[in-house]
């Protein structure tokens, strides 16, 4: 038989939010006492306005609801299926919107609260954690978010050596590689130059002539650009990282012997010449499904960002994973700081879950949160802890996290690969150049086979060939999904 609770010390929850809220969750589901603290309204915040758990503090959308072709709505149906308090409570107070789920935030907010208040395992404790959780709490999930207070702040600094949690990150954009033309691409680095594990090709390249280089500079200069809010006025730059538009402004010049420069480079579909200006692309995780644009940070619109960068050479059809964007983060180095079971090496009684690890979106925290509490619920009972497969949405993210993500030492290692740059030392805080927030995305999973003929025999083609693709990989994910869960069925594995 399984232990009774009041024999098994509680799990503490640091944080009220999706992540932390569906962490509790789990735990007390699976026979585990958990002390949820949240320490508003004892201490606010710059977004919050109620004191009410799960507080949607922007979006009251949780983005598309279909999982069969959307990798955000993959998300939600796996979540559904292990037991997600975030997602019932969702579907219970949604709002008409089309394909997307979207909430009445008040009710939903108030829902979570309810549920949480009347599960007898769970006790929510208003109060702030001081600095780091006290050592006499042996297993602690820190689920922050965004607005981790000053003080905790400073303790994970400590712990894990980092030199900075919250910043502006002006993020680049990462490319799907089926969607980039390869017929006008072509891989190559800098003067053949193979580098620490590579092969002298480990970049691609889209050329451009003078006419679309200036072009190019034309648009970057008159697209809409976002703007601070007053909270994250005082918060600085990450170093190295300065948006595409603003090296644009100080020259038209200035991107060709920046990021763009041609250097070392020869088209061979142009007898070897070297182009007026060149975009690179460097592989961003392990599976090779996804590339990365190499020094375009960048603070332009989303509109903007996909008409501006499909007039570059190669990435006219480019569908994009992510967008860049302009954010005042708060996320650790997780590739680097975390091991696979979402705990702090330097402190492995301590997870971390939701946004602070590096996801980003309401779904993708809520999602580490109720991956860490069935961690945390598995070894309380004496269990052993088994991550989602990857072939899964929860378990694309959490490897994406954890190590999928290919560490880069440098913002812009192109200037460091043709040696006009010396290297800096390889420090933690310096890799944490390369990793970014990450939604969901059907990039993160590893390809699925899919048919290539329809039903009546017609090959299937363009975009038809993409949903089928994506529906391979769900299929695929909700069958390995329920093999994990009756893996890792804890109640049934604890007696």
């Given at each position: 038989?399984?232990?009774?609770?009041?024999?098994?010390?509680?799990?503490?929850?640091?944080?009220?939010?999706?992540?932390?809220?569906?962490?509790?969750?789990?735990?007390?589901?699976?026979?585990?006492?958990?002390?949820?603290?949240?320490?508003?309204?004892i201490?606010?915040?710059?977004?919050?306005?109620?004191?009410?758990?799960?507080?949607?503090?922007?979006?009251?959308?949780?983005?598309?609801d279909?999982?069969?072709?959307?990798?955000?709505?993959?998300?939600?149906?796996?979540?559904?299926?292990?037991?997600?308090?975030?997602?019932?409570?969702?579907?219970?107070?949604?709002?008409?919107?089309?394909?997307?789920l979207?909430?009445?935030?008040?009710?939903?907010?108030?829902?979570?609260?309810?549920?949480?208040?009347?599960?007898?395992?769970?006790?929510?404790?208003?109060?702030?954690?001081?600095?780091?959780?006290?050592?006499?709490?042996?297993?602690?999930?820190?689920?922050?978010?965004?607005?981790?207070?000053?003080?905790?702040?400073?303790?994970?600094?400590?712990?894990?050596?980092?030199?900075?949690?919250?910043?502006?990150?002006?993020?680049?954009?990462?490319?799907?590689y089926?969607?980039?033309?390869?017929?006008?691409?072509?891989?190559?680095?800098?003067?053949?130059?193979?580098?620490?594990?590579?092969?002298?090709?480990?970049?691609?390249?889209?050329?451009?002539?003078?006419?679309?280089?200036?072009?190019?500079?034309?648009?970057?200069?008159?697209?809409?650009?976002?703007?601070?809010?007053?909270?994250?006025?005082?918060?600085?730059?990450?170093?190295?990282?300065?948006?595409?538009e603003?090296?644009?402004?100080?020259?038209?010049?200035?991107?060709?012997?920046?990021?763009?420069?041609?250097?070392?480079?020869?088209?061979?579909?142009?007898?070897?010449?070297?182009?007026?200006?060149?975009?690179q692309?460097?592989?961003?995780?392990?599976?090779?499904?996804?590339?990365?644009?190499?020094?375009?940070?960048?603070?332009?619109?989303?509109?903007?960002?996909?008409r501006?960068?499909?007039?570059?050479?190669?990435?006219?059809?480019?569908?994009?994973?992510?967008?860049?964007?302009?954010?005042?983060?708060?996320?650790?180095?997780?590739?680097?700081?975390?091991?696979?079971?979402?705990?702090?090496?330097?402190?492995?009684?301590?997870?971390?879950?939701?946004?602070?690890?590096?996801?980003?979106?309401?779904?993708?925290?809520?999602?580490?949160?109720?991956?860490?509490g069935?961690?945390?619920?598995?070894?309380?009972?004496?269990?052993?802890?088994?991550?989602?497969?990857?072939?899964?949405?929860?378990g694309?993210?959490?490897?994406?996290?954890?190590?999928?993500?290919i560490?880069?030492?440098?913002?812009?290692?192109?200037?460091?690969?043709?040696?006009?740059?010396?290297?800096?030392?390889?420090?933690s805080?310096?890799?944490?150049?390369?990793?970014?927030?990450?939604?969901?995305?059907?990039?993160?999973?590893?390809?699925?086979?899919?048919?290539?003929?329809?039903?009546?025999?017609?090959?299937?083609?363009?975009?038809?060939?993409?949903?089928?693709?994506?529906?391979?990989?769900?299929?695929?994910?909700?069958?390995?999904?329920?093999?994990?869960?009756?893996?890792?069925?804890?109640?049934?594995?604890?007696?």
């Amino acid at each position: 038989m399984s232990n009774p609770p009041d024999t098994i010390a509680p799990v503490h929850v640091v944080g009220g939010g999706l992540a932390g809220s569906e962490a509790a969750w789990q735990l007390a589901r699976a026979g585990v006492p958990v002390v949820l603290h949240e320490m508003r309204p004892i201490r606010g915040t710059d977004a919050h306005k109620t004191d009410g758990l799960a507080e949607l503090v922007c979006s009251n959308s949780f983005r598309s609801d279909e999982w069969s072709t959307n990798a955000v709505g993959l998300l939600h149906e796996e979540m559904r299926r292990a037991g997600s308090l975030i997602m019932a409570a969702a579907d219970q107070h949604k709002l008409p919107a089309g394909g997307a789920l979207a909430v009445d935030r008040d009710q939903f907010s108030a829902e979570v609260t309810r549920r949480l208040e009347a599960q007898p395992l769970v006790t929510i404790a208003r109060e702030e954690v001081a600095g780091l959780p006290p050592a006499g709490w042996s297993s602690v999930i820190v689920a922050t978010g965004p607005l981790t207070s000053p003080s905790l702040t400073e303790a994970i600094l400590k712990l894990t050596g980092e030199d900075s949690l919250a910043f502006f990150d002006a993020i680049a954009p990462i490319v799907h590689y089926d969607s980039i033309d390869l017929d006008i691409a072509w891989k190559q680095s800098r003067y053949d130059k193979a580098g620490p594990g590579g092969t002298g090709a480990d970049y691609l390249n889209c050329p451009m002539t003078k006419d679309e280089y200036e072009a190019f500079i034309d648009a970057l200069n008159a697209g809409e650009k976002t703007e601070f809010k007053d909270w994250e006025s005082n918060t600085p730059y990450f170093d190295g990282c300065l948006p595409i538009e603003v090296m644009a402004e100080r020259g038209r010049e200035t991107l060709r012997f920046g990021p763009m420069k041609p250097v070392g480079l020869a088209d061979p579909r142009k007898e070897g010449m070297r182009p007026y200006a060149v975009v690179q692309l460097r592989q961003d995780n392990a599976l090779g499904t996804l590339w990365n644009m190499v020094g375009f940070q960048t603070k332009l619109k989303y509109a903007e960002q996909t008409r501006i960068f499909r007039m570059i050479p190669g990435l006219q059809d480019a569908q994009f994973a992510r967008l860049g964007g302009l954010h005042r983060n708060t996320f650790l180095n997780s590739p680097i700081v975390l091991d696979q079971l979402m705990r702090l090496k330097a402190d492995p009684r301590l997870r971390f879950a939701g946004q602070i690890t590096g996801v980003e979106g309401y779904v993708e925290s809520a999602a580490m949160g109720l991956v860490t509490g069935r961690l945390a619920a598995a070894e309380r009972l004496g269990c052993t802890p088994i991550v989602p497969p990857p072939t899964t949405a929860l378990g694309a993210l959490v490897n994406h996290i954890t190590g999928g993500h290919i560490v880069h030492e440098f913002a812009d290692d192109a200037d460091v690969a043709d040696g006009t740059t010396d290297a800096p030392a390889a420090s933690s805080s310096s890799k944490r150049r390369s990793f970014q927030p990450m939604n969901i995305n059907y990039g993160l999973l590893p390809p699925a086979d899919a048919p290539k003929f329809d039903a009546a025999g017609k090959r299937i083609k363009g975009k038809d060939k993409g949903f089928a693709k994506k529906r391979a990989a769900s299929e695929r994910a909700l069958h390995d999904l329920a093999t994990w869960l009756a893996a890792s069925d804890l109640k049934a594995a604890a007696e």
